[in-house]
């Protein structure tokens, strides 16, 4: 089942037998104050920096997030996403928990967008599949409901299921409704990633519907961060992840593509060797010009 | 199921919950032409240096093979043993596919060795056991046997459960047959991994013993092999593998740390914690004596 996402010119399906989809994590205020600051003030440097940088490194699409306290949300992710697009021309995924704000991104947004995110709360349902339906957008749709979120596979299959159902009575296929199986920190529960991995496999065998997650939540309050992610990301990508909003760390970035070759999405390491050769070539490049 | 090895002094016990086991691959002369050559003159400094170097990169026992073409191999296996045996204070894996070697080796370990391997060859099975209960040895089963190497997860599974069943008939118990479940490489069978990932869960399912593998097969003949090996090695513990002969390069011992903790043998990160402040510390102290 794929799903297909646009920018202004370039395509990126997600899919069981596609490349994984690396979504850049890096254009989100949260935790990042001196970057809330700029975008508080209108600066929105570091946007297109983050931008440019992330696509560099690997980044197939990217994540745009303008969730900061008292700030007009709606205006201020419009500024963001024109920037982003200006920057770069990869698809975005538009990351808001206030409907307005979706509404907003979706109405200035070129190409074929990412909803970041419907969750199983009927309110939820109601108020965000509407608005990705009109704008034939895809949507991710995260595996908790008014409960909160639940502790079993089968629960989180549960609301993945109610997720799907509602977006088809509003007419969005399920090839475009990707669920998020829910990552926890490892450091509050030891057993975060074990639940993350068993969730993904069974939405995998159960739905069959594209995943994503926030990659970089199980380390949070670790040291080494990127290693663990790193590690985390080929575990999930063999139970049927395929797709994350993540770090563009090299050794992230690495470990995906890596995992890619090896679970058979790289036939006979044909990107990976090309990536190889273009950075003997780029590492070589200043001493040919010296 | 533990499974329990010993040096002259330290014990490493394998199992599901415990530390992922993590057995140096470098003290083989297989592809490692200079080492050989050495080996040949009787010269046994780099069994040291690997000795000393694999442990101090985290390895938790050694492999040693003596596999040289027209030389004695009982002899040399005997001589590296006791060289290994001098530099470190790990359990050994006698590797060798020479009965003769096998016995030589397994005649003057200090300890509880694992002795590498057996398949599900009767003629093997036969020549092999009664040396591994004679010595109160724990030993690997390769998955294969006299038709070669089974292409599905369900004929190595019958494999695997042949050896298991041979070797209570010699007096060993499931729990010191580690089962090799084959890691080909990918960039002969696009399917290698994920094959090798289905009989890893299979075989955890079906027989709950521990496992092994060569964990750097998979990348022969591609470039970075280290990236590959440290991205297959999370999604094979997930799986359920116990332990790997397999590189100590840092980006490797790293990854198996960081899965490790992500799927909760290492709980609340102490032991990554630790290695973290040791790593610190190690980074301070040429400026502090300085």
């Known amino acids: 089942m794929d799903t297909v996402l646009r920018s202004r010119s370039k395509t990126v399906t997600i899919g069981a037998e596609q490349p ?3 979504i850049g994590e890096r254009i989100n205020p949260t935790g990042r104050q001196t970057f809330a600051e700029e975008l508080r003030e209108g600066n929105l440097e570091t946007v297109t920096q983050d931008a440019l940088g992330q696509v560099q490194a690997g980044a197939d699409m990217l994540d745009v997030n303008a969730g900061i306290p008292l700030v007009d949300e709606p205006e201020l992710l419009k500024s963001m996403l024109r920037t982003a697009q200006e920057a770069v021309d990869v698809p975005i995924c538009i990351d808001s928990s206030v409907v307005e704000a979706l509404e907003a991104g979706l109405s200035i947004y070129e190409g074929r967008a990412l ?3 419907v969750t199983a709360e009927d309110e939820r349902l109601e108020q965000i599949l509407p608005l990705v339906a ?6 991710i749709g995260l595996a908790n409901d008014e409960t909160g979120i639940p502790e079993t596979p089968e629960k989180r299959l549960e609301c993945a299921q ?3 159902t509602a977006a088809q009575e509003h007419g969005i296929a399920a090839s475009d409704v990707i669920i998020d199986p829910l990552a ?3 450091g509050a529960d030891t057993e975060a990633v074990t639940t993350a991995l068993r969730t993904i496999s069974l939405i995998r ?3 069959g519907v594209n995943m994503c997650l926030g990659a970089s939540n199980v380390s ?10 790193a590690a985390f990301l080929p575990m999930a990508m063999a139970a049927g992840l395929t797709s994350a909003i993540m770090s563009t760390a090299e050794v992230c970035v690495a470990s995906v593509r890596a995992s890619d070759l090896l679970l058979g999405h790289d036939p006979w390491g044909a990107n990976w060797i090309a990536a190889h050769r273009a950075r003997q070539a780029a590492a070589k490049e200043p001493a040919a010009t010296a």
Not at 220 to 229: A, C
């Open 115 to 117: 909803v970041n995110s």
């Open 205 to 207: 065998d159960e739905l």
């Open 134 to 139: 009109r704008h034939d957008a895809a949507v």
């Open 162 to 164: 109610r997720i799907v």
């Open 20 to 22: 994984f989809c690396i």
């Open 184 to 186: 926890m920190t490892v």
């Open 220 to 229: 949070f309050g670790l040291p080494q961060r990127h290693v663990l992610n």
